[in-house]
């Protein structure tokens, strides 16, 4: 589902941040900032004519908002628009002011300056109340429709701690257990996923690099099928090309990879077809059926410099 974000903010350069900052998100629209507190109420008043549909799940009020004081324009916004969950982001973080947001309804508090992390999470939890209100209010009407997958990462502080055999075991286990899986060889550097599953495939997670809009059949070049049925979206053959992956990049891949997790994943064949590497067991461990779809990477802190072994039987086709 695709968060709408309405940031109210008067400072042009915090706005100007700000919005490079919601820019990043995965799966979010951050919508034009409104200037003032008038302009802010006005346009919600505006999306929440009618269903109600085309108002924004969350509103970033930046704390020197005016003429009405910032939380006072939470007060009215919880009041009048209670299906959006609205985030005050001030310098101040001390309990009182938290309080007092809470108090106004404010969804969650973003501390000035603004990070990254924070900022997802803030949002994201604000969307997901959003959304959950939205279900209430609608009286059971349709589920929105969410990212399909569930992310596991798995990292490794240093190279040699068995980083990638517990991903690709934890992955074909999950495949598996019916639950289509991915992985994702993000030790961009030198993964050696291709090695362990004994595949060669030219194509990589670097190829996704840079595109902004990766659809399902760009996701589907570059995942190779391997024989459990498990996706692979391997690391790149010369490291270099893993300088083009940078976090924006690898936010959008993951989150392409689970927005398409229910339409990108092979059926599991019968269990005479699953791998024999020697450095896979044949009969996986079960996987907790509540694991639904898991999508294990490779810890990116992995810097193995073990050479790749040689995978005479490969099982790839010819590109
Ligand atoms: N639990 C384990 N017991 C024995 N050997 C292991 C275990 N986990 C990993 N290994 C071996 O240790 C080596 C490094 O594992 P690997 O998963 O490639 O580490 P990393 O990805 O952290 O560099 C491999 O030869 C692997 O087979
Ligand atoms: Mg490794």
């Not at 002011?97 to 000035?112: E, H, I, K, Q």
């Not at 896979?280 to 999508?295: D, E, F, G, K, M």
């Amino acid at each position: 589902m695709v968060t709408r974000i309405q940031p109210a903010v008067s400072d042009p350069d915090a706005a100007r941040s700000l919005v490079g900052l919601l820019r990043q998100l995965p799966d979010s629209e951050p919508m034009p900032p409104a200037v003032d507190s008038a302009q802010l109420l006005d346009a919600l008043a505006q999306a929440g004519g009618g269903t109600g549909a085309d108002l924004p799940e969350v509103v970033l009020v930046h704390e020197l908002i005016g003429p009405q004081p910032a939380l006072e324009l939470i007060r009215e916004v919880a009041l009048r628009f209670p299906a959006v969950g609205v985030v005050l982001i001030t310098r101040d973080t001390s309990p009182p002011l938290y309080s007092a947001a809470m108090d106004a309804g404010a969804r969650g508090v973003l501390g000035l300056p603004l990070s990254y992390d924070e900022l997802a999470a803030r949002v994201g939890a604000a969307a997901s109340w959003a959304a959950g209100v939205r279900r209430h209010l609608g009286g059971g009407g349709e589920e929105p429709a969410g990212p399909g997958g569930t992310v596991v990462a798995v990292t490794g502080a240093k190279g040699g701690v068995g980083t990638t055999l517990t991903a690709v075991q934890l992955a074909l286990a999950a495949q598996a257990s019916g639950r289509g899986s991915a992985l994702v060889d993000m030790d961009l550097q030198s993964g050696d996923v291709a090695s362990y599953l004994d595949v060669q495939f030219r194509r990589s997670v670097a190829d996704l690099a840079g595109i902004e809009d990766i659809s399902a059949r760009v996701l589907q070049d570059a995942v190779y099928t391997h024989e459990s049925g498990l996706g692979l979206l391997l690391a790149p053959g010369e490291g270099e090309r893993g300088e083009d992956v940078d976090d924006r990049a690898s936010r959008q891949i993951v989150a392409a990879l689970r927005a398409r997790a229910p339409s990108s994943t092979p059926p599991t064949p019968p269990p005479s077809r699953r791998p024999t590497s020697p450095c896979c067991s044949p009969r996986p461990t079960s996987w907790p059926s509540a694991r639904r779809n898991a999508w294990c990477a490779c810890g990116t802190g992995c810097r193995s410099a073990r050479p790749r072994r040689p995978s005479p039987s490969s099982t790839a086709p010819p590109e």
